[in-house]
């Protein structure tokens, strides 16, 4: 079992950035991917990105590829997301995921779930 607990969300000016963390708590969280997803009112849970266990693997939805930055520290339990020239639509709830063996986009792929950051972007 894996308990998640993101942080770091709130409300920031088009352009601006927020840094979101997810806290891991439970057994060997080192050996879990661990995934960003987010979702929008009214919307389905989209993919935003994914890290392996090691931290040497990283994929990114391409709505945020070169804006959004995925990382791990495995000594603090914890995955971040750096989110760089924030847009209105990336007006959300962030989850942060994490999965023993699944490494896709695909939120059906993930055992664990926080319970989301709201992140609002104004224009």
């Known amino acids: 079992q894996v308990q998640l607990v993101e942080s770091g969300g709130g409300l920031v000016q088009a352009g601006g950035s927020l840094r979101l963390s997810c806290a891991a708590s439970?057994?060997?969280?080192?050996?879990?991917?661990m995934g960003w997803f987010r979702q929008a009112p009214g919307k389905e849970r989209e993919f935003v990105a994914v890290i392996n266990w090691t931290g040497s693997n990283t994929y990114y939805a391409d709505s945020v590829k070169g804006r959004f930055t995925i990382s791990r520290d495995n000594a603090e339990n914890t995955v971040y997301l750096q989110m760089n020239s924030l847009k209105p639509e990336d007006t959300a709830v962030y989850y942060c995921?994490?999965?023993?063996?699944?490494?896709?986009?695909?939120?059906?792929?993930?055992?664990?779930w926080g319970q989301g950051t709201q992140v609002t972007v104004s224009s």
């Open positions: 995921a994490s999965d023993l063996k699944y490494t896709g986009s695909s939120p059906n792929g993930y055992a664990f």
């Open positions: 439970g057994r060997a969280f080192t050996f879990y991917a």
